[in-house]
């Protein structure tokens, strides 16, 4: 057995990955991924991709440029032109980014009708709330969200990690939530109770052009614990201290690019009523920036009691 199909099954083995992944110091491991991932020194460079390559299936034949000064270059890599087309049909909103479908549902309304939940994997439930964060603000988008859809998407090390407009939309506000870096895998996601409410992340409210409401949640990870966003000219990471609130009025038509992460990790995709999940949509589906995963549906008419 190679070296590479030995540290790929040691990856597979899931106690072994855990703990490797979890139950080490995650903060103080990802500062030092942040720092070392950024030096520019070839020996430093080819020995990081070296190890990368050895436990995943990285492929950099659609990257934008074919040599890159520091592995954190290659990470947030773009693409050639013209690799992820949009889906043109009408009322169709489209991935923010590539990734494999972690879960994917109904976004339940909760009996004291302030709150909602949803899943993180088959049998761990989570608040709406724990995740936006229970202020007045998170309190009117759980409201607006509740009865809608949501969709996971995680991002895995060796897959592109830039994400983009689902649709024409403006971004009219930022919540930055600190939190710790727990690996958002499958394995941890069955093993750790509101695994993406602990977690560092982001919370962006978009206004669609036609008025309605979709909000994207990065949460960041072990190793990752950074991102980035066009609108803003500050990195989101273990070192922001504020201000969390963070109005925006930035404008994007459907593909323009949002932002990025600094390895990989997972977005949330949250849609109110009125938002369907693709039909295609599935558990461990695979999907690409570009590619349906919404869809506009009519609103059933409301009938008055006139009597």
Request: proline share 6%; net charge positive; glycine share 8%.
């Amino acid at each position: 057995m190679n070296l590479r199909a030995a540290a790929q099954r040691m990856v597979l083995n899931e106690d072994l990955n855990f703990l490797l992944t979890n139950r080490v110091p995650r903060i103080a491991l990802t500062r030092f991924m942040g720092w070392w991932s950024r030096i520019r020194n070839p020996w430093v460079r080819d020995a990081s991709m070296a190890v990368w390559k050895t436990f995943s299936d990285i492929d950099l034949s659609e990257a934008k440029q074919s040599h890159f000064d520091s592995l954190h270059d290659c990470f947030t890599r773009e693409l050639k032109p013209g690799l992820r087309p949009l889906d043109g049909r009408p009322g169709v909103l489209t991935s923010p980014s590539d990734g494999i479908v972690g879960a994917c549902g109904r976004i339940e309304a909760l009996q004291y009708g302030t709150d909602a939940q949803l899943f993180q994997a088959k049998g761990f439930p989570y608040r709406l709330l724990d995740l936006l964060g229970d202020d007045e603000r998170g309190r009117a988008l759980a409201r607006e969200l509740a009865g809608g859809s949501f969709v996971t998407l995680r991002l895995t090390s060796s897959m592109y990690h830039r994400f983009h407009a689902p649709c024409d939309a403006t971004l009219e506000h930022v919540t930055y939530i600190s939190g710790d870096t727990w690996n958002v895998n499958p394995i941890a996601l069955q093993r750790v109770e509101r695994l993406f409410c602990r977690n560092e992340r982001a919370v962006l409210r978009l206004r669609r052009a036609d008025g309605g409401l979709l909000v994207l949640v990065p949460v960041a990870a072990i190793l990752v614990a950074s991102m980035r966003l066009r609108a803003l000219d500050v990195p989101l990471n273990l070192r922001y201290r504020g201000p969390h609130q963070l109005p925006c009025s930035a404008r994007y038509r459907q593909g323009d690019e949002l932002g990025w992460f600094e390895h990989g990790s997972t977005i949330l995709v949250l849609a109110p009523p009125g938002l369907a999940l693709d039909p295609a949509l599935h558990d461990g589906h695979r999907i690409r920036m570009g590619e349906a995963l919404l869809q506009t549906t009519p609103l059933t008419p409301q009938t008055h009691d006139h009597g």
